[in-house]
């Protein structure tokens, strides 16, 4: 008979055993971190440098320090000691700073659980916008999956290829002249998307207009996605006030 837990690799008593307090503690940590199975974040290098008992993370290449070796264990603290666990296909963890279930699949990677992980969200405010159809800056409030995406400010460079929904919400506002038309779209590679153009005409400067674009798209990876506005009519002023992106992994 096996000594450990065909699964998680947990160790059985036995009569032979000898420190069997030991044995059972470490088998009590190692259920705590797993069902519980919560994370930081899946970006983390090396050991952070004041950690607090029950804190745990996915460790990320190149590991360093205490943790070499140990890529994409889950390290955990507890006793002011680190334990790992070794991740096995089906393991599923909440990750707190990507706001979404991460789960160890078939090709040994943590990737975000299919059914509406949020990939990637970013908000903006106050985006004074020209008659020269550009791309939106993005505020960096808002964290990114960095295993999905880069930021580069404007854009997102989707690093692994598939399909993604992509959904943007703007808010026009109106702060200088009236009747002015404007206009947004999806941009991948800086072309625009087929389908994406949206319009709307904002009439005072107390009105505020909301247009949405929802789209699939089939990306490869490497793809730059942005969003781009403009207004139309020179000699007046317009801001995107409270603009949204959401990028969802199908």
Same mark, same amino acid.
């Given at each position: 008979?096996?000594?450990?837990?065909?699964?998680?690799?947990?160790?059985?008593?036995?009569?032979?055993?000898?420190?069997?307090?030991?044995?059972?503690?470490?088998?009590?940590?190692?259920?705590?971190?797993?069902?519980?199975?919560?994370?930081?974040?899946?970006?983390?290098?090396?050991?952070?440098?004041?950690?607090?008992?029950?804190?745990?993370?996915?460790?990320?290449?190149?590991?360093?320090?205490?943790?070499?070796?140990?890529?994409?264990?889950?390290?955990?603290?507890?006793?002011?000691?680190?334990?790992?666990?070794?991740?096995?296909?089906?393991?599923?963890?909440?990750?707190?700073?990507?706001?979404?279930? #991460?789960?160890?699949?078939?090709?040994? &990677?943590?990737?975000? !659980? /299919?059914? %509406?992980?949020?990939?990637? *969200?970013?908000?903006?405010?106050?985006?004074?916008?020209?008659?020269?159809?550009?791309?939106?800056?993005?505020?960096?409030?808002?964290?990114?999956?960095?295993? #999905?995406?880069?930021?580069?400010?404007? &854009?997102?460079?989707? !690093? /692994?290829? %598939?399909?993604?929904?992509? *959904?943007?919400?703007?808010?026009?506002?109106?702060?200088?002249?009236?009747?002015?038309?404007?206009?947004?779209?999806?941009?991948?590679?800086?072309?625009?998307?087929?389908?994406?153009?949206?319009?709307?005409?904002?009439?005072?400067?107390?009105?505020?207009?909301?247009?949405?674009?929802?789209?699939?798209?089939?990306?490869?990876?490497?793809?730059?996605?942005?969003?781009?506005?403009?207004?139309?009519?020179?000699?007046?002023?317009?801001?995107?006030?409270?603009?949204?992106?959401?990028?969802?992994?199908?």
């Amino acid at each position: 008979m096996s000594s450990f837990t065909p699964r998680l690799a947990l160790s059985f008593l036995s009569n032979g055993a000898g420190d069997k307090v030991t044995l059972v503690n470490e088998t009590f940590a190692s259920l705590d971190c797993i069902a519980s199975a919560a994370v930081e974040d899946r970006i983390t290098t090396s050991p952070p440098a004041s950690p607090a008992n029950g804190d745990a993370y996915i460790i990320a290449a190149p590991a360093i320090g205490a943790w070499l070796g140990k890529e994409k264990s889950v390290a955990y603290r507890v006793l002011n000691q680190w334990r790992y666990i070794e991740p096995i296909e089906g393991l599923s963890v909440w990750c707190r700073t990507e706001n979404a279930w #991460l789960v160890y699949d078939s090709s040994e &990677s943590w990737k975000l !659980r /299919e059914g %509406g992980a949020i990939c990637a *969200m970013y908000s903006a405010a106050a985006i004074t916008l020209s008659t020269t159809m550009a791309d939106i800056v993005w505020d960096s409030t808002i964290k990114v999956d960095s295993q #999905l995406f880069i930021s580069n400010g404007s &854009s997102f460079e989707v !690093r /692994e290829a %598939g399909e993604y929904l992509v *959904m943007c919400d703007l808010t026009f506002d109106l702060t200088a002249g009236t009747s002015i038309p404007c206009e947004a779209q999806l941009a991948v590679n800086t072309v625009a998307v087929a389908g994406s153009h949206a319009r709307c005409t904002v009439t005072t400067a107390i009105d505020k207009v909301t247009v949405s674009i929802n789209r699939v798209l089939t990306l490869s990876a490497d793809t730059l996605i942005s969003v781009q506005a403009r207004y139309t009519t020179n000699g007046s002023q317009l801001v995107a006030d409270g603009a949204r992106l959401t990028i969802k992994r199908l």
